[in-house]
């Protein structure tokens, strides 16, 4: 088979966001203005959500989310631990406690039952991840919570995902995407808060832009006068860019066609993929509409083999890497917090086990086989 390069992830921008730039480029308006404006209206259109609030990352936007909550030095916040380190250094920003929870290597998501163990008096929040593009049944988890505690959802990766009718990002009290490179709509770096709390929208507003309340404007002042802002809030710069938001907007127009792609090549592998009981390949139908930024599975036995699997790939060409890490086992959470490897057996399954695949939007069905080929030959190799 004649060797191909395949990468694990690469944006798909072309000459439609080369045309796009030239708006706020020859306008000289080149921060937060009408790009931006225009992006999160359409942005919460297409979610289906009444606030949409764009912001410099979903780092950025899930320590505003947590602030709009409420959430103060000394709180405790759960996290699932299989995720990308920002959603609990968030936490941290915040000055509250990440309490980190299990999760499950069948669906890569928080363990219900460890995170319903692990609530106090001092929980004042919830961070659900919506992981590679499949959601949390965010309903089921608040019908089983003990008291209401404020929801965040981290759909860094999850644009496009669906539950039943309800799309990720409107499940909870305020939802987080990321549009960096590696997710399916990518603005170079940026993110957007969504909500459906007019309370929640003023006051991310009020923090991503240095704390600057808006004027209460008074017809009998002199119209020439500009008057300065009201600060009453330690505030942040997390603002997006016009010249990142014109990107955005186009992206957002091609996002349908995007998924539509990936749900096309994900078919492929996973008819592929599925006989095989050395390899478990996510769930992407049923009532849980996969997003699918990520395709990732899960190899069996042990670890060795997910990393003997890698390395027989990368020789082939086929760039993977894992899943994501889980928090509890970097150093940073292990020195200030007294985690260790064994503490959370699933996301520590997850973190050793799991294998991203490429799939993107510049792939063709051709490389689909010819990676789905190598995995064969790999599991041929190795398990008969
Ligand atoms: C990518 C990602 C983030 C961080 O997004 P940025 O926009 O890079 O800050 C946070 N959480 C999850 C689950 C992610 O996948």
């Not at 999160?40 to 912001?55: G, L, M, R, T």
């Not at 380190?85 to 069948?106: E, Q």
């Not at 919570?145 to 929801?151: G, H, T």
């Not at 959370?344 to 993107?360: E, F, M, V, W, Y």
Request: aromatic share 8%; glycine share 6%; net charge negative.
């Amino acid at each position: 088979m004649k060797k191909r390069i395949i990468d694990l992830s690469k944006p798909s921008v072309g000459d439609l966001e080369f045309a796009a730039l030239k708006r706020p480029l020859r306008s000289g308006w080149l921060t937060q203005g009408s790009e931006v404006e225009s992006f999160e209206n359409e942005f919460a259109s297409s979610q289906k959500v009444s606030h949409a609030i764009a912001v410099s990352s979903a780092t950025t936007g899930l320590h505003l989310a947590l602030l709009a909550i409420g959430v103060k030095p000394g709180d405790e916040v759960l996290v699932p631990s299989f995720t990308w380190i920002s959603t609990a250094n968030a936490v941290l920003y915040c000055g509250a406690i990440p309490v980190l929870v299990d999760c499950d290597p069948t669906t890569f998501n928080l363990l219900l039952e460890d995170m319903l163990n692990k609530v106090t008096d001092k929980t004042s929040a919830i961070v659900v991840v919506h992981l590679f593009g499949l959601c949390v049944d965010v309903e089921a988890l608040k019908r089983a919570l003990p008291r209401p505690i404020p929801i965040v959802e981290d759909a860094a990766c999850a644009v496009g995902a669906v539950m039943k009718d309800r799309s990720a990002g409107s499940m909870g009290d305020i939802g987080v995407f990321s549009f960096h490179p590696r997710k399916t709509l990518t603005t170079g770096e940026g993110g957007m808060i969504t909500t459906n709390s007019d309370k929640y929208s003023d006051a991310v507003r009020v923090l991503r832009n240095h704390g600057a309340s808006p004027l209460e404007s008074s017809s009998s002042d002199n119209s020439h006068v500009v008057q300065m802002p009201k600060f009453d809030h330690l505030g942040f710069n997390y603002r997006l860019t016009d010249i990142q938001a014109a990107i955005g907007r186009v992206q957002l127009e091609k996002l349908p066609m995007f998924l539509a792609e990936r749900h096309e090549l994900a078919t492929i592998y996973s008819r592929r993929l599925s006989n095989f009981t050395n390899i478990v390949v996510p769930k992407i139908e049923g009532d849980f509409t996969h997003s699918l930024q990520s395709y990732v599975i899960l190899v069996n036995g042990e670890s060795t083999n997910r990393d003997s699997l890698s390395n027989f790939l990368g020789v082939n060409g086929i760039s993977t890497r894992p899943g994501t890490h889980a928090v509890h086992t970097l150093g940073y959470y292990q020195s200030n917090f007294g985690y260790s490897d064994q503490d959370l057996p699933g996301a520590l399954k997850c973190a050793t086990k799991s294998l991203a695949i490429p799939l993107h939007n510049c792939m063709s069905e051709k490389d689909v086989e010819y990676v789905c080929h190598f995995i064969e030959l790999w599991i041929s190799k190795n398990f008969s």
